[in-house]
């Protein structure tokens, strides 16, 4: 068996099956929702992978394990659902780049993972670790649920996972979004339209949302209208705040409640406010040492670290107690109506992963509580 640092020389001679993975995954039809997971196995077959395995979620992985000893990664990606299965998703090669719709979001990743996975077995390669390589099966309705039933069955054996996103390289979750929801009801007789009294729900729900927005000079700091309904006496509104920094939630969210009394007040109005759900932010320190080893690889390989927000999947894994960042393996951009990745640098991403996995020891790793719950509920 090969070391990684003697083998890592001849990963590049998989780019173009993996550049093929990622526009064959990326132009499936779509028929069912397995189509997805289906090409998956297929192709781990055809590697003649060993250790496939399906759990009754329709997650797919594969282990490399060394010793039952020594620490476990997990890296993994998403099998995405597709809102849209018949939007064509052709991709187009172009000079030094690959476009097309959900071909970064949604196919790299994946195809990186396969690709990863081909190397190390068709090469023979020794890793220090055990690592468990998990397309985590979201094409379903419960998205949640398909992680959880991965979690019960492995999180005993897991040391700390890896989420491999299409883009950035260099870009390193270690921090949910933290979250507010709010339902405001406007009470008025004329709920939508100006009156000769006091302006319209309309014109008081813009002065909400642009005052929350001059104060929200945060980094990270949203604020988002998820649903508008008019009903007969009132109008009901859906506000999301998400933030990088739970100080930062908590100004904008009382700046929210200083305003909407004060306009409440001035217009002689009725707004009723309920704080429909909570969620704390999530994170490792910036100081953890799987953060520093990870700056070290980057720092060898001449990759520049950005920190950045993580994602739902790793944020429930922390709360687990197992430390989780994502990483990115290629330069791109996720457009309005399509996607591209540049060729160069995408070998050099999974360069990352695979040191990444092979140098972080774990000895160092604190063992922190996580006890975040959703918190809050509608109270009229």
Same mark, same amino acid.
């Given at each position: 068996?090969?070391?990684?640092?003697?083998?890592?020389?001849? &990963?590049?001679?998989? @780019?173009? *099956?993996?550049?093929?993975?990622?526009?064959?995954?990326?132009? &499936?039809?779509?028929?069912?929702?397995?189509?997805?997971?289906?090409?998956?196995?297929?192709? &781990?077959?055809?590697?003649? /992978?060993?250790?496939?395995?399906?759990?009754?979620?329709?997650?797919? %992985?594969?282990?490399?394990?060394?010793?039952?000893?020594?620490?476990?990664?997990?890296?993994?990606?998403?099998?995405?659902?597709? +809102?849209?299965?018949?939007?064509?998703?052709?991709?187009?090669?172009?000079?030094?780049?690959?476009?097309?719709?959900?071909?970064?979001?949604? /196919?790299? !990743?994946?195809?990186? #993972?396969?690709?990863?996975?081909?190397?190390?077995?068709?090469?023979?390669?020794?890793?220090?670790?055990?690592?468990?390589?998990?397309?985590?099966?979201?094409?379903?309705?419960?998205?949640?649920?398909?992680?959880?039933?991965?979690?019960?069955?492995?999180?005993?054996?897991?040391?700390?996972?890896?989420?491999?996103?299409?883009?950035?390289?260099?870009? $390193?979750?270690?921090?949910?979004?933290?979250?507010?929801?709010?339902?405001?009801?406007?009470?008025?007789?004329?709920?939508?339209?100006?009156?000769?009294?006091?302006?319209?729900?309309?014109?008081?729900?813009?002065?909400?949302?642009?005052?929350?927005?001059?104060?929200?000079?945060?980094?990270?700091?949203?604020?988002?209208?998820?649903?508008?309904?008019?009903?007969?006496?009132?109008?009901?509104?859906?506000?999301?705040?998400?933030?990088?920094?739970?100080?930062?939630?908590?100004?904008?969210?009382?700046?929210?409640?200083?305003?909407?009394?004060?306009?409440?007040?001035?217009?002689?109005?009725?707004? !009723?406010?309920?704080?429909?759900? %909570?969620?704390?932010?999530?994170?490792?320190?910036?100081? +953890?040492? #799987?953060?520093?080893?990870?700056? @070290?690889?980057?720092? +060898?390989?001449?990759?520049?670290?950005? $920190?950045?927000?993580?994602?739902?999947?790793?944020?429930?894994?922390?709360?687990?107690?197992?430390?989780?960042? /994502? $990483?990115?393996?290629?330069?791109?951009?996720?457009?309005?109506?399509?996607?591209?990745?540049?060729?160069?640098?995408?070998?050099?991403?999974?360069?990352?992963?695979?040191?990444?996995?092979?140098?972080?020891?774990?000895?160092?790793?604190?063992?922190?509580?996580?006890?975040?719950?959703?918190?809050?509920? *509608?109270?009229?």
């Amino acid at each position: 068996m090969l070391r990684l640092e003697d083998a890592l020389w001849k &990963l590049e001679k998989y @780019e173009d *099956e993996l550049l093929s993975n990622t526009i064959l995954y990326n132009q &499936l039809p779509l028929k069912n929702f397995d189509e997805q997971k289906n090409f998956i196995i297929n192709r &781990l077959r055809e590697m003649n /992978s060993p250790n496939i395995k399906e759990d009754d979620e329709g997650n797919v %992985y594969v282990s490399f394990v060394n010793d039952d000893t020594s620490p476990t990664a997990l890296v993994f990606t998403t099998i995405d659902e597709i +809102h849209d299965p018949l939007v064509e998703r052709f991709a187009r090669v172009l000079k030094g780049k690959i476009e097309g719709l959900k071909i970064v979001s949604s /196919s790299l !990743k994946v195809a990186a #993972l396969l690709t990863m996975i081909k190397f190390l077995h068709s090469e023979n390669v020794d890793l220090r670790k055990n690592v468990f390589f998990l397309f985590l099966n979201q094409a379903r309705k419960n998205k949640f649920l398909s992680l959880g039933e991965f979690l019960q069955e492995n999180i005993k054996s897991l040391d700390y996972a890896i989420k491999v996103n299409g883009i950035n390289l260099g870009d $390193l979750g270690h921090r949910s979004l933290g979250k507010y929801v709010y339902k405001l009801k406007f009470y008025s007789r004329d709920s939508i339209h100006k009156t000769s009294k006091a302006p319209s729900t309309l014109e008081i729900l813009y002065r909400i949302t642009s005052n929350l927005k001059e104060n929200a000079d945060m980094e990270g700091t949203s604020v988002s209208i998820l649903k508008l309904d008019r009903f007969e006496d009132n109008t009901e509104v859906i506000m999301e705040i998400k933030s990088e920094g739970d100080q930062d939630l908590e100004t904008i969210s009382e700046n929210l409640r200083s305003t909407v009394t004060e306009l409440a007040e001035r217009y002689n109005l009725k707004i !009723k406010l309920n704080l429909l759900s %909570y969620i704390p932010t999530t994170f490792i320190p910036n100081d +953890h040492p #799987l953060i520093e080893q990870i700056r @070290e690889v980057h720092s +060898h390989l001449n990759i520049k670290t950005k $920190l950045v927000a993580l994602d739902k999947d790793e944020a429930l894994i922390i709360k687990s107690g197992i430390p989780a960042v /994502s $990483l990115g393996i290629g330069k791109g951009e996720i457009l309005d109506g399509t996607e591209y990745f540049e060729r160069d640098g995408v070998m050099k991403g999974l360069n990352q992963i695979l040191m990444v996995v092979d140098n972080v020891t774990t000895e160092n790793f604190a063992e922190e509580e996580i006890d975040q719950d959703i918190i809050g509920e *509608e109270k009229d």
